[in-house]
């Protein structure tokens, strides 16, 4: 029987602390409300004591939303967590989300505390929030950085505390996929009630690994994925919802499953490109505009003959209406027959290779052959018979 994987979403929380990208409260609820018809299981839905604004935006979205839960992050302070929990108070589904770093880099550089002190405060964060909420998620920030057996204690410790959730951030990017799988596997293995606990990956991307460690922390047992939409996030990035999804789907669908309404994926990825003005690199893995374009004559050769023979995911799984095939100098004959019929040139062998001489003259001088070009170039061709 298949494992289901929850999917925590962060884009209103850390995907908004990108420079810029900044959303008001109205547009945060748009965003939440994609969210929710995405199927995601949680919504983090921003920092409450940061700002007036995202109290408001908070408490509007628990107002609206009734499916996933939702979830306010604070630090491990007293006040942090009685905002929390206020911003949350018409949530059907309300979850606190605290913690503190665990890493000695932390320890001794950003609190100038002690490994016990640390503890201390983590015991009395979880307690704290633990009045306001039965659903409390820790954090344990560096996590990636941070001595194993220590990690087991401070883990063991708000377990025992009542946290519901021990999520386990890479917030550097830090590790590689076999040290982080261990890491969760080693917590698996030494901390005491881990098994009543959900286990959750929140990986950043300063490596290039966030989705590569996220999914080998739920091959050794980790069962939330925090991510964004797109993979925005700090510095380079969170780990990417849709690159999650779609593994989990394409490659472990016997073993592994989440709720996500995958055909919404674009749609919804170009909602929060547009409300956050930052535009999704052309290559991104699922989501870019050329995840499912071809303009090598062998590839779409190869993909007018069959799809798979390039494309390991149908593009209408997540919301293209088809994978298209783009004229360039590197274009051959069968891409230019197959968008020549698009337009309603249906060309004989003898009027293809005399159309693609006029095409290579034409593709040499230009990035991209559109279908005014193309429309154009073969209406003088043929209507003006000037061949």
Do not use: W
Not at 65 to 93: F, G, N, Q, W
Not at 214 to 227: D, F, N, P, Y
Not at 327 to 341: C, E, I, P
């Amino acid at each position: 029987m298949s494992k289901k994987i929850e999917i925590f979403d962060t884009t209103l929380r850390d995907g908004e602390q990108v420079p810029g990208c900044k959303l008001n409260h109205k547009e945060k609820l748009k965003v939440a409300l994609g969210l929710q018809s995405l199927g995601v299981d949680v919504i983090e839905a921003g920092f409450p004591i940061s700002s007036p604004g995202d109290f408001k935006a908070i408490e509007m979205i628990c107002k609206e939303l009734r499916e996933p839960v939702i979830c306010a992050l604070s630090r491990s302070v007293e006040k942090d967590i009685k905002v929390a929990a206020e911003s949350l108070t018409y949530a059907k589904r309300p979850r606190i989300h605290t913690g503190i770093g665990t890493s000695e880099q932390h320890i001794k550089y950003k609190f100038q505390s002690t490994p016990e002190k640390i503890i201390e405060r983590a015991i009395a964060a979880t307690s704290c929030a633990k009045r306001f909420v039965e659903d409390v998620e820790f954090y344990a920030e560096d996590a990636g950085r941070t001595d194993n057996a220590y990690l087991a204690r401070v883990i063991e410790a708000v377990v025992a505390a009542g946290a519901t959730v021990v999520n386990i951030p890479d917030t550097t990017g830090y590790c590689l996929p076999d040290e982080y799988g261990q890491k969760i596997a080693y917590l698996k293995e030494n901390v005491k009630g881990i098994h009543k606990v959900t286990i959750s990956a929140h990986c950043h991307n300063d490596l290039g690994l966030a989705t590569a460690n996220s999914i080998a922390g739920v091959m050794h047992g980790v069962t939330q994925i925090e991510c964004t939409l797109n993979g925005i996030g700090e510095r380079a990035g969170n780990t990417s919802l849709e690159e999650v999804v779609m593994i989990l789907k394409q490659k472990y669908r016997d073993h592994f499953y989440t709720d996500i309404n995958t055909k919404l994926l674009n749609p919804l990825s170009r909602l929060v490109s547009e409300s956050m003005s930052m535009p999704v690199q052309a290559n991104k893995a699922i989501v870019g505009v050329n995840a499912f374009a071809h303009s090598s004559g062998i590839h779409q050769d190869g993909v007018i003959k069959s799809r798979e023979n390039y494309e390991i995911i149908d593009p209408l799984e997540v919301g293209v209406d088809k994978s298209y095939i783009v004229l360039t100098a590197r274009s051959g004959r069968a891409a230019l027959a197959f968008r020549s019929k698009e337009i309603g040139y249906d060309l004989a062998k003898d009027e293809l290779d005399i159309a693609y001489e006029h095409f290579i003259s034409l593709a040499d001088t230009k990035k991209e052959v559109d279908e005014h070009d193309l429309q154009k170039m073969l209406d003088a061709i043929f209507v003006s018979n000037i061949c």
